[in-house]
């Protein structure tokens, strides 16, 4: 799973993707799943990117990529909401761990967006702690709407899109690594029906 040094963000989401072509098509390799990898990774870590997804059961993220461990830093929270510990930890997956890649990863049929969807078309807010991520979310759910993206399956992308926008202008050293071409983020969505993850948006270097 590790990837050249030489490799550029791009190619490291291309990787990924192939690895996610396996496990939707149940030809899955099941790398760096070994006794001898768990020992390697007692001296440290390496992870080639850093993903904030959702907390979903039904989303496991280093099975939909095909990847082992070590191979990758997830961040996961309800619907994917960002508060400071989320992007604090995101600045420490590419400051002290190098990943040239963070993906921000939506999925299929999110609770957390169907219930800020429900509070923004009927008024509905939660009165628990649930209330956090449904304000969180809910900005997200406003600007679709109010750009003609109206179904769940729209409103999914684009809560993953411009949450990506966010921790970049949010994140110093993603909008240096994103300027220079050391870093790359990516928006993208898992279909839990084919068990495919699109491409949203790219925040790659020209």
Known sequence: MNEPTTATPADVWEHLLAGNDR??????EHPNSTAERRLELRDGQAPVAAVLACSDSRVPVEM???AGLGD????RTA????????????????TSLGVK???????????????????????????????????KIAPSVIW?????????????REHAR?????????????????????IGVVAARYS??????????THFAR
């Open 144 to 156: 679709s709407k109010g750009h003609g993206k109206t179904s769940r399956n729209e409103i999914e």
């Open 101 to 135: 890649l963070v993906i921000v990863l939506s999925h299929e049929a999110c609770g957390a967006i169907g219930a800020a969807l429900t509070a923004v078309e009927n008024a509905e807010i939660p009165l628990g702690l649930q209330r956090v991520f449904v304000e």
């Open 64 to 66: 939909l990529f095909d």
């Open 23 to 28: 496990f939707a098509t149940d030809n899955v």
């Open 162 to 182: 411009i949450t990506a926008r966010h921790l970049v202008d949010r994140i110093p050293a993603l909008q240096d690594g994103t300027d220079d071409g050391s």
């Open 192 to 201: 839990l029906a084919d068990g495919r993850v699109e491409t949203v948006a």
């Open 79 to 94: 619907g994917g909401c960002v508060d400071a510990a989320v992007s604090g930890s995101v600045d420490f997956a590419v």
């Open 72 to 75: 990758m830093f997830v961040i």
